[in-house]
């Protein structure tokens, strides 16, 4: 069984990821893979190997404890959603086994809205976290360096377009997930990727402008969500054993240092 598919992270207890590619449509300057592959005791580098929804569900049923386990994320070192049929897949499969016991939730930056204009994966899933990251195009720009023109437009006609879908599906009592926004708190400037911070003088690194992505959310009528940069994910505590047995249970860590943030 091949190691960096599923992970857990310690401020999460209850939750597994997914992995399930490493290309993004971002470069931030923020981002966790700025730092190399090994996270949290996995090394989550796939090698331009993706996996097969098989293989995912595979991974999941070797978890000690995955009938406990709480929630599954697809999240990773890339963009899931540039994998759509395989993670839309996986969801079915996870949902046709565990039923409602189990929730899923999908992070996305919402790009790979360029290449396909589909929502039905919505149908299949509990909560959607779209990263908004920046108040406007020019911050955006300058914090996730994405790979495509337009990135932000593309990101908001999204954002639109899961809107127009809620409120059909409110209108005829359809399921449709919790979504909120996120973005992320990059004042703590020590815990940023060297590579990332590079060029910008002390103090002077981009931040979010909270209010202003709060304002877009509610204009949204969703929650706007803050994370917290990682500070400890390279540390060699989290090869020990009992940290993936300890988050699969769904028990909370003495060893966590980390932030009390969702992520
Ligand atoms: S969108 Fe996520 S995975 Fe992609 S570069 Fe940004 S932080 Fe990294």
Not at 247 to 255: E, F
Request: one cysteine or more; glycine letters at 4%.
């Amino acid at each position: 069984m091949r190691r960096g598919i599923t992970y857990f992270l310690p401020c999460k207890p209850g939750s597994v990821y997914i992995n399930v590619t490493d290309r993004c449509l971002n470069n931030c300057l923020f981002c966790i893979k700025r730092e190399g592959p090994l996270f949290f005791g996995n090394d989550l580098s796939l090698n331009g190997q993706y996996p097969e929804p098989i293989e995912i569900i595979n991974c999941l049923k070797m978890i000690p404890f995955w009938n406990a386990v709480k929630e599954v994320v697809f999240c990773g070192m890339g963009e899931p959603l540039l994998r759509y049929e395989c993670v839309m897949e996986v969801c079915q499969l996870i949902k046709d086994q565990r039923k409602d016991n189990v929730k899923i939730r999908i992070d996305t930056s919402g790009l790979f809205w360029a290449y396909r204009k589909k929502l039905d994966i919505l149908d299949w899933i509990d909560v959607l976290s779209v990263s908004l990251n920046a108040e406007n195009a020019e911050k955006y720009e300058e914090l996730c360096r994405p790979k495509i023109n337009m990135a932000y437009d593309i990101l908001i006609n999204f954002l639109k377009s899961v809107k127009r879908s809620e409120v059909n599906h409110y209108k005829q009592s359809l399921h449709f997930p919790d979504v909120y926004l996120s973005i992320v708190d990059t004042s703590e400037e020590e815990y940023l990727p060297a590579s990332g911070r590079e060029g910008y003088p002390r103090g002077e690194f981009p931040s979010p402008d909270f209010e202003k992505c709060n304002e877009i959310a509610k204009s949204f009528n969703w929650s706007l969500l803050v994370k917290k940069l990682f500070r400890d994910s390279q540390d060699k505590i989290w090869n020990e054993p009992p940290f993936f047995d300890l988050c699969a249970q769904g028990k909370p860590l003495d060893m966590c240092r980390n932030c009390s943030f969702r992520h």
